[in-house]
C-alpha cells in the first residue's frame, strides 16, 4: 500500500515541485498550504509521515509538530530556509525526524522520506534500550559509552552528540561544521576529520566497537544504529 504523506507548504511552486517528485515516487501526497488544515488533515486523514514549511500564512510548522507529538510518534521532515533552525527542530523541543534546508532538491527530499519510512518500519529493534551503546546527558553536555563517561572536549562531545541525535543518518562534513562549530567559516573539512579521528579513538578507548561512527564516501559520516 502506498504510504501517504501530509505535506504542508505555501509556496506553490516548491510544492508542485514536491508533489510531482513524490507521486513519481509512488507516494500519496495530501497537500495543505494553511496550518489549520494541516492540522485537520492530520487528524482525519491519518498519514504516514509529515513534511512542514516552517512559516505560513495562519502559524508556523513548529506549532504542527508540537501538536501533532502530544499525541503521536509520525515521522516528520522540515524544510527550513535557516540553519538556526535545526538545533531546535532536532532537538528534545520539537523531536522531528529530519529536515531538508531550503533551496533542496526534491529528489534529496525524497531519499530522506524513504530513508525515514525504512528506518520507522524497523524502529522497534533498533531502539531497544539495551542495544544503545552510547547514552547522551545533553543536560550536563557529557555521553556514555559501555558504562563509563567519556573525556571529551567541547567540539567533539557536540560532534558526536549531533551523530547520535540521528543515527544512520549521513551528515555532510559542511552540515556538521554548521552545526557543530560556532564559527563554520574558519572550518575545514580536515577539522571535522581530525575531531572525527580523535572521537573515534575515544570510543575504541572505552571498547566501543571500531565502526559505530562510519564514514561515506563522497558524503560524510553517520552514527550507525
Ligand atoms: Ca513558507
Not at 86 to 101: F, M, N, Q, T
Not at 128 to 138: F, I, K, S
Amino acid at each position: 500500500m502506498a504510504h501517504r504523506i501530509l505535506l504542508l507548504e505555501d509556496e506553490q511552486a516548491i510544492a508542485d515541485t514536491l508533489l510531482y517528485s513524490l507521486r513519481s515516487e509512488g507516494f500519496e501526497v495530501m497537500h495543505v498550504p494553511l496550518v489549520r488544515e494541516a492540522l485537520a488533515a492530520f487528524a482525519l486523514q491519518a498519514p504516514d509521515l509529515a513534511i512542514l514549511d516552517v512559516g505560513l500564512p495562519d502559524g508556523n510548522g513548529f506549532d504542527v509538530c508540537r501538536a501533532i507529538r502530544k499525541t503521536s510518534e509520525l515521522p516528520i521532515v522540515f524544510l527550513t530556509a535557516r540553519s538556526e533552525e535545526i538545533d531546535r527542530i532536532l532537538g528534545l523541543e520539537l523531536g522531528a525526524d529530519d529536515y531538508v534546508s531550503k533551496p533542496f532538491s526534491p529528489r534529496e527530499v525524497c531519499a530522506r522520506v524513504k530513508a525515514i519510512l525504512r528506518r520507522s518500519a524497523v524502529r522497534p529493534a533498533a531502539t531497544a534500550p539495551d542495544a544503545a551503546p552510547l547514552q547522551l546527558d545533553e543536560a550536563a553536555q557529557r555521553i556514555r559509552c559501555a558504562g563509563q563517561w567519556l573525556a571529551l572536549t567541547r567540539y567533539e562531545y557536540r560532534l558526536l552528540a549531533t551523530l547520535l541525535k540521528r543515527p544512520q543518518r549521513i551528515f555532510s562534513r559542511a552540515e556538521l561544521m554548521d552545526l557543530v562549530w560556532d564559527d563554520a567559516s574558519d572550518t575545514a573539512d580536515r577539522t571535522v576529520d581530525a575531531h572525527i579521528k580523535l572521537v573515534r579513538a575515544k570510543l575504541r578507548d572505552a571498547g566501543a566497537s571500531a565502526d559505530l561512527i562510519q564514514t561515506h564516501r563522497h558524503m560524510g559520516y553517520s552514527l550507525s544504529a
